[in-house]
């Protein structure tokens, strides 16, 4: 789950990262009250989870006799279609040079990988096509705590050694708080030293419950509804409800149907070792759409019993045609129980997505 | 066939849970079906002394391998204890550890497989469907049913799609020498490069398929590590970016991963490409 940035700002702040002096505001006129605080430079950051914010108008300059009208012109703006509902005010830092520091997970090498750049602010995939020698990369077992000093050295080349703290404390945020993706940018020089100009965190989903983060906002109400049932379910557009289980399969599933030029309705992907239960909320959560005309189950039994999806399916009782195609663990249970039902069955998900297409036409 | 045969000693930890008694008595019918040696042990904190399926149950892992030769163990432990289980198990001397658990957080993972390598223990997974060599052993969860013994091999990041390629293969006549579930997750123990390495070593395996989807560029760094003759299939062409399809892995993240770019790139690199499962078969004949 995204961070916005004043609450990614608050956790460097716990790490020990300089951060600017700042204030989250939720009405323009609230600027006002901390303008003596910020100095009389400020900078009005809309808090939207939006990429290249600032290109999108989402950053204004402010001075004490404007502040109060320039907020209120960012909060009546939508930024790529997001509107504005809290700004983070700042105080304008007299900055000497820029800097790029992020610490990611690397798939390729499993460890922790951290970039730095010379030049902060821009977008980084872009620098990097541009010049691959403009950042720098190291990877950091996992096993240390601390990013060694030789690493660091390696990473910061000629910047200032000033900047070596300010990174090994994003390192320990991003440990700490099961980070998917710890980035400053710009990382900030300035005569009072180095701040966190910008910040972005992105906590890894399977770790939310020991982060103490309840809700995962990036998800729709929908979706969070069918996590607590242990799915994953995404909405799309076309008319054909699709259920599968094992994220590949489904995809697959999906890509099929935009093969034969037909439209999926969702992504429904019950997960491993679905029982009845939860086969039969899925079966109901995607017939409940309006738009759905048939329902397309793609089942290959692994640690998924075919005979506890037959049987939850049978139990939704749902209206739209639902077409079966199951293959795995305990299938001739499960072929036998919905054929006692009269469900339609198919051999291939070729021939399944076909059938489901003829309905859906 | 790769990471093991019929000899193959397995413990399962987390033995005693509704998945791991469920797929002990799989492995073993299995095991029994080819002549192998299957779940000699498992293990679940305090609950030695038990049986499962005619496997003892120990405590730890240290103690399982003190009575029983093993050298495998399929991990289904819960998430939040997932990744001491595989420092449990490479730390008391276990080669191959196939972890079948959902969820681990990546921080997790990425520590727990950093700490097998120093046990030089071999992690497949975390997320993924164990191995299957037909005829010699199954290592997880794979319906054995499906595949038959033969000269091509299979990987993939997926667990009912690979089910799924494996049901054509053998429909079409083709056989499998080894097929791995690499897993879904964003850090994996094993990734492609690492399973093409053993292939390539393996005198069984003639050309493999392998099976990615969005997320990440492995599939590509795995089709540049080898020389045996591949083709691939990659999932999620349709899938809208920024939306994590299922697998924690399947995310299009910054324009990055998306299953149109890694298709061009595999097909820039003269490999074929599916353009869905039933066609695989065909294309496997055409490079073998």
């Known amino acids: 789950m995204k961070l916005l940035e004043y609450e990614a700002k608050r956790v460097f702040a716990e790490y020990g990262i ?31 989870d939006v990429g290249g914010r600032g290109k999108a108008g989402g950053v204004l300059m402010a001075d004490k006799a404007t502040a109060v009208a320039t907020a209120r012109e960012l909060f009546s703006r939508e930024i790529k279609g997001v509107p504005v509902r809290e700004v983070l005010a700042e105080e304008r830092l007299p900055i000497e040079h820029e800097y790029y520091v992020s610490i990611a997970v690397d798939r390729s090498s499993k460890q922790p990988v951290v970039l730095f750049a010379d030049a902060g602010g821009v977008e980084i995939e872009k620098m990097a096509a541009e010049d691959e020698s403009a950042v720098r990369r190291v990877v950091v077992s996992p096993l240390l705590s601390d990013i060694p000093p030789f690493l660091m050295r390696e990473l910061l080349g000629d910047a200032p050694k000033e900047l070596a703290p300010v990174i090994n404390s994003l390192y320990h945020v991003f440990q700490g708080k099961d980070a998917m993706l710890a980035e400053i940018n710009p990382l900030v020089t300035t005569a009072r030293g180095v701040y966190a100009a910008d910040a972005k965190l992105i906590v890894d989903d399977n770790a939310l419950a020991r982060q103490g983060i309840t809700v995962n906002r990036d998800l729709s109400e929908r979706e969070r509804e069918a996590e607590k049932h242990g799915f994953s379910y995404v909405e799309l557009d076309g008319t054909i409800g699709v259920i599968g289980n094992g994220a590949g399969l489904t995809m697959s599933t999906l890509d099929l149907i935009e093969f034969y030029n037909g439209r999926a309705a969702n992504f429904l992907d019950v997960g491993g070792g679905a029982d009845q239960e939860r086969v039969m909320y899925a079966v109901r959560l ?76 | ?203 069984q395996t003639k050309a493999v398929v392998v099976i990615g989807e969005v997320g990440g560029n492995l599939e590509e760094e795995g089709v540049r590590s080898t020389n045996l003759p591949v083709v691939t299939y990659i999932a999620g062409v349709s899938a809208p970016p920024e939306k994590r399809m299922g697998h924690a892995g399947a995310i299009i993240e910054g324009g990055e991963g998306d299953a149109r770019s890694k298709v061009r790139r595999l097909a820039a690199l003269n490999v074929p490409v599916a353009s869905r499962p039933s066609e695989i078969p065909e294309l496997i004949r055409e490079v073998l």
């Open chain 1, 286 to 361: 995607v017939a409940s759409m309006p738009k759905v005309k048939v329902i397309v189950v793609n089942l290959l039994g692994g640690i998924t019993r075919c005979d506890e999806v037959a049987k939850g399916i049978i139990a939704a009782g749902v209206e739209p045609t639902v077409i079966v195609r199951m293959a795995g663990t305990n299938e001739e249970e499960g072929r036998r129980l919905l054929a006692e039902c009269g469900y339609r069955m198919l051999e291939s998900m070729d021939a399944a997505v076909r059938a489901a297409m003829e309905v859906a036409e």
């Open chain 2, 1 to 203: 066939m790769i990471y093991g045969d019929k000899n193959l000693g397995v413990i399962v930890q987390n033995i005693t849970g509704r998945q791991g008694t469920f797929h002990t008595e799989l492995m073993n019918a299995y095991a029994r079906e080819v002549g192998g040696r299957g779940v000699v042990a498992g293990v679940a904190p305090g609950k030695a002394g038990k049986e499962v399926h005619g496997a003892p149950v120990y405590n730890t892992v240290k103690e399982a391998l003190r009575e029983h030769d093993a050298t495998a163990s399929v991990i289904f432990v819960p998430a939040g204890a997932a990744g001491d289980a595989i420092m449990e198990a490479a730390h008391a001397g276990i080669e191959l550890a196939v972890v079948i658990t959902e969820h681990i957080p990546v921080h997790d993972a990425m520590k727990a497989i950093a700490y097998a390598k120093l046990h030089d223990c071999t992690v497949i997974g975390p997320n993924c469907p164990g191995l299957l060599s037909p005829g010699e052993c199954k290592l997880g969860i794979m319906p054995a049913h499906l595949a038959r013994r033969g000269n091509v091999g299979v990987v993939s990041r997926s667990g009912t799609l690979t089910y799924e390629v494996v049901d054509e293969l053998t429909r079409a006549g083709i056989g499998q020498s080894t097929v791995v579930g690499i897993g879904g997750d964003p850090v994996i123990g094993q990734t492609f490069v690492d399973v093409l390495a053993r292939f390539e070593e393996d005198p």
């Open chain 1, 18 to 48: 300089p951060v600017p002096k700042g204030a989250v505001i939720r009405a323009p006129e609230e600027v006002a009250a901390h303008m003596e605080d910020l100095g009389d430079g400020v900078v009005l950051k809309a808090q939207v």
